[in-house]
């Protein structure tokens, strides 16, 4: 499928464009120049076509992110009032807009727990980067400025900018810029499968949260500020901890007055069948980090939640505060999470993805994967999920190059006509919350074929 726009040049004119001008996310471009990326030209509900009219189903909602699928009417529609209306304005000089006003009113509805306030970002990148900002201000305010040090997961995911990504646990993007920076440390994540040894899932949860207890004690709790992680583990593989994990890491956070931040950058708005991610594991975090499903992807937008506890006191006792952003809050990005946001709540989505498609989606994975040669677990909620390859299951060996093989089987999905993404040794999978059974049936039946053809190119099958 082709769109206007773009008829006149060829799939090989954008690729060259490409290679001429772009260095892209988490590539080798010189490879990728090499090979040509695809191009995506339209997308419609959970589908997208690219310029030389092939069709996928999209099983990543872009990046985490298109919750309620490509090209609803109603966010394209507030887009365009709120250009004719107002297409810019600040927060800076003692002025506000509507639309900024009003997307807060309802984002607070839908929180749960005893939240107050915002600050708007432009991505979840961002959101992080100023929540080290805000904790250690927040800190100041407290009478404890000494509490500076954050506390995070290895193979978390917090972002590509100096601060998010070090408060992250890549390894491979510190070694690229002389990261972590400093008074940001981390500890081991709760990744069961491959870490767990002879643990049952119960004690190893309970021994990864206590890493945060040992480390807390070893700097100091009167200098640990912060624990920042996500609910599950997104970029890092949809990794999903064991029930006993956050009880006990928020037991350690209260203990020690250190504040318990989430990033909620993939989970909220839906995504496990809840809200926000936080409330699917039973804890309460201190901060949500949020964009992506804020406004579907449709627009840029992010934000950083306070606790009543930290927001009151920025307000009634932290004077000035010296943050800003020129987009934060910008009138039209706002006034698209507006209606993003009614349109979930209005045609009930979250409740759907919690009671309908959402478990539709895990028991099909698990008729289809359970028994499968080359799948050792298969992890996930709501419309989140992953498929962990490995080469014994009863002992949970995994690969050698299990990059290359997921890599592999995230190639032949575009094949056959899905987007899957592959991480370490994992499949994973976060389509529109939109997606109805049928679609589901199609994510599945290739995703299966591309399992399929994996396993017998590596003999396996």
Request: overall charge negative; hydrophobic content about 40%; proline content about 4%.
């Amino acid at each position: 499928m082709t769109t206007s726009r773009n008829r006149s040049r060829s799939t090989r004119d954008y690729q060259q464009l490409d290679a001429a001008h772009h260095i892209n996310a988490f590539l080798d471009q010189k490879a990728l120049n090499q090979e040509g990326p695809r191009v995506m030209a339209e997308g419609k509900g959970v589908y997208l076509w690219d310029t030389d009219g092939n069709k996928y189903l999209d099983g990543m909602s872009g990046l985490w992110c298109t919750n309620i699928g490509y090209g609803r009417q109603e966010l394209i529609d507030a887009a365009t009032r709120q250009l004719q209306q107002l297409s810019y304005y600040n927060t800076f000089f003692h002025t506000t807009h509507p639309a900024v006003n009003e997307l807060s009113e309802l984002l607070f509805s839908l929180l749960p727990g005893d939240y107050s306030h915002v600050i708007y970002t432009n991505s979840g990148s961002e959101a992080n980067e100023v929540l080290i900002r805000t904790v250690r201000r927040y800190w100041d305010v407290a009478g404890k400025a000494s509490k500076k040090i954050f506390i995070g997961r290895h193979n978390g995911y917090h972002g590509s900018t100096v601060g998010s990504a070090s408060l992250g646990g890549m390894k491979f993007m510190h070694e690229m810029g002389d990261l972590p920076i400093p008074n940001v440390v981390h500890i081991g994540e709760p990744y069961w499968f491959a870490h767990g040894g002879q643990l049952s899932p119960a004690e190893f949860g309970r021994q990864c949260a206590q890493e945060l207890e040992a480390k807390i004690l070893e700097l100091g709790a009167d200098k640990v500020a912060a624990f920042v992680a996500e609910p599950f583990q997104g970029a890092g593989g949809m990794i999903f901890p064991p029930e006993s994990y956050w009880p006990e890491i928020q037991r350690i956070c209260r203990q020690y007055d250190v504040l318990l931040c989430a990033d909620e950058v993939i989970g909220g708005f839906g995504r496990t069948g809840e809200w926000f991610a936080h409330e699917h594991f039973g804890f309460q975090p201190d901060t949500i980090s949020i964009a992506k499903g804020l406004t579907s992807g449709y627009i840029p937008m992010g934000g950083l939640v306070l606790s009543r506890r930290m927001g009151e006191a920025l307000v009634e006792h932290g004077g000035v505060f010296a943050h800003g952003l020129t987009y934060a809050g910008h009138p039209v990005a706002a006034a698209v999470a507006l209606a993003n946001l009614d349109t979930l709540q209005r045609e009930g989505i979250v409740e759907r993805v919690k009671t309908d498609t959402g478990p539709y989606l895990q028991k099909c994975l698990r008729e289809v994967f359970d028994q499968h040669p080359l799948v050792g677990e298969i992890q996930g909620t709501g419309l989140v999920a992953a498929l962990q390859f490995c080469q014994h299951k009863p002992t949970r060996q995994r690969f050698a190059n299990e990059n290359d093989i997921a890599w592999r089987c995230r190639t032949i999905g575009f094949e056959e006509g899905v987007i899957i993404r592959s991480t370490l040794g994992r499949m994973i999978m976060a389509p529109a919350l939109v997606i109805n059974h049928a679609e589901i049936d199609e994510l599945i039946d290739k995703t299966r074929l591309a399992v399929d053809r994996t396993a017998a190119e590596i003999g396996v099958l």
